[in-house]
C-alpha cells in the first residue's frame, strides 16, 4: 500500500478497489517479515586471512575461538597475542603450524591492512583497547566480534552442535548466550545416533549422481535435486546411514525416473547376489 503522502486524491476508484484486493491477497501468501534476527549462513573461511587478537593463559573464550575456525578448515590465520599463552592455543600453535601465524605481542594498527583480514575477532580483557580495535575495523570494512560485547559485534558465535557434516547453531542473538547452550544441548539429544552417517553417505550418494549426470543446464540441475529429494523424503534416517556402496548403485540405476523404496532395492539385491551364485 502507498504511504498517506503517495494516496491518490479523492475516493478510490473500482480498479483501484481492485488491485487493492490483489495486493491484500498477495501479502496473505507471503511470509511476514520479522526483523531483529541475524543472516545465518555457513561461511567458509580456508584461505581467508583471518585475525584473532588475543590469548593469554586467562583468555578460554580465545582458545574457543581458535578452535571454531580450526574445525571450519580456516588455513590463513594470524594470532596477536603476547605471552603466556592459553595452554590450549599454545597446543595448536605446534599441531597447526601451517594454518596459524603468531606474533607474540600486542595489536597494531597495521595489523588490519597487511593484510586486511576477512573477519577479525578479539578475545581480550581490557575494554578500552577492545573498543579502539573495533572501530578501526568498522572504518576498514573488516567484520568483527569483540567477545562478550555483544553491541561491538557485527556476528556472533552461536552454541554450535558438531556431528560429522552435521552442524547446528543455536543463537539468541546475544539475548541468553545460556539459554542457547540449554537448546542446543535439547536438540542434539532428539537427533538419531546415525544421523552423521546418514548425512555422509547423502553426500556420497550425491556425488555419484553428479558423476553419471553432469549437466549444468537448469533442467539437469533440478532433475538431480528432484531425485535427491525423493531419496531423502522416502528413505529414513537408519536405511540411509545403513546404505552400501553398492545399493547406491542400485539405486542410482533408476535415475530420473524411479527411486526405488529401501525394501525393494534389499530384494533387487538379493535376487542380483542369487543370480550370480547360479552362474
Given at each position: 500500500?502507498?504511504?498517506?503522502?503517495?494516496?491518490p486524491d479523492g475516493p478510490?476508484?473500482?480498479?483501484s478497489?481492485?488491485e487493492?484486493?490483489?495486493d491484500?491477497?498477495?501479502?496473505?501468501?507471503?511470509?511476514?517479515?520479522?526483523?531483529?534476527?541475524?543472516?545465518?549462513?555457513?561461511?567458509?573461511?580456508?584461505?581467508?586471512?583471518?585475525?584473532?587478537?588475543?590469548?593469554?593463559?586467562?583468555?578460554?573464550?580465545?582458545?574457543?575461538?581458535?578452535?571454531?575456525?580450526?574445525?571450519?578448515?580456516?588455513?590463513?590465520i594470524?594470532?596477536?597475542a603476547?605471552?603466556?599463552?592459553?595452554?590450549?592455543i599454545?597446543h595448536r600453535?605446534?599441531?597447526?603450524?601451517?594454518?596459524?601465524?603468531?606474533?607474540?605481542?600486542?595489536?597494531?594498527?597495521?595489523?588490519?591492512?597487511?593484510?586486511?583480514?576477512?573477519?577479525?575477532?578479539?578475545?581480550?580483557?581490557?575494554?578500552?583497547?577492545?573498543?579502539?580495535?573495533?572501530?578501526?575495523?568498522?572504518a576498514?570494512?573488516?567484520?568483527?566480534?569483540v567477545?562478550?560485547?555483544?553491541?561491538?559485534?557485527?556476528?556472533?558465535f552461536?552454541?554450535?552442535?558438531?556431528s560429522?557434516?552435521?552442524?547446528?547453531m543455536?543463537?539468541?542473538?546475544?539475548?541468553?548466550?545460556?539459554?542457547a547452550?540449554?537448546?542446543?544441548?535439547?536438540?542434539?539429544?532428539?537427533?538419531p545416533s546415525?544421523?552423521?552417517t546418514?548425512?555422509?553417505?547423502?553426500?556420497i550418494?550425491?556425488?555419484?549422481?553428479?558423476?553419471i549426470?553432469?549437466?549444468?543446464?537448469?533442467?539437469?540441475?533440478?532433475?538431480?535435486?528432484?531425485?535427491?529429494?525423493?531419496?531423502?523424503?522416502?528413505?529414513s534416517?537408519?536405511q540411509?546411514?545403513?546404505?552400501t556402496?553398492?545399493?547406491?548403485?542400485?539405486?542410482?540405476?533408476?535415475?530420473?525416473?524411479a527411486?526405488?523404496?529401501?525394501?525393494?532395492?534389499?530384494?533387487?539385491?538379493v535376487?542380483?547376489?542369487?543370480?550370480d551364485?547360479?552362474?
Open positions: 500500500m502507498p504511504d498517506d503522502d503517495d494516496a478510490p476508484t473500482a480498479a478497489q481492485n487493492e484486493s490483489k491484500d491477497g498477495n501479502a496473505e501468501e507471503y511470509p511476514p517479515i520479522t526483523p531483529g534476527g541475524s543472516l545465518m549462513l555457513a561461511w567458509q573461511p580456508r584461505d581467508r586471512p583471518i585475525l584473532l587478537v588475543g590469548g593469554g593463559s586467562r583468555m578460554q573464550v580465545a582458545a574457543s575461538r581458535l578452535d571454531h575456525l580450526l574445525n571450519a578448515s580456516a588455513t590463513a594470524t594470532l596477536i603476547p605471552p603466556p599463552l592459553h595452554p590450549l599454545a600453535l605446534a599441531t597447526h603450524p601451517a594454518s596459524i601465524v603468531h606474533h607474540p605481542r600486542l595489536f597494531l594498527p597495521s595489523d588490519l591492512t597487511d593484510p586486511p583480514p576477512s573477519l577479525l575477532l578479539t578475545a581480550i580483557d581490557d575494554p578500552a583497547v577492545s573498543s579502539t580495535i573495533q572501530l578501526l575495523a568498522r576498514a570494512n573488516i567484520p568483527t566480534n567477545a562478550d560485547v555483544p553491541g561491538l559485534c557485527d556476528f556472533y552461536g552454541a554450535i552442535h558438531r560429522g557434516p552435521l552442524q547446528i543455536v543463537s539468541t542473538n546475544g539475548n541468553g548466550p545460556r539459554l547452550a540449554t537448546i542446543r544441548d535439547r536438540i542434539a539429544e532428539s537427533l546415525n544421523i552423521a546418514a548425512i555422509a553417505n547423502v553426500g550418494l550425491r556425488r555419484k549422481l553428479r558423476g549426470a553432469p549437466g549444468n543446464t537448469g533442467s539437469d540441475i533440478s532433475q538431480r535435486m528432484a531425485f535427491m529429494s525423493r531419496v531423502c523424503d522416502e528413505w534416517f537408519e540411509l546411514a545403513g546404505m556402496d553398492g545399493e547406491m548403485d542400485l539405486l542410482l540405476a533408476g535415475y530420473p525416473d527411486v526405488t523404496s529401501y525394501d525393494d532395492l534389499r530384494r533387487a539385491k535376487e542380483l547376489l542369487l543370480s551364485t547360479s552362474l
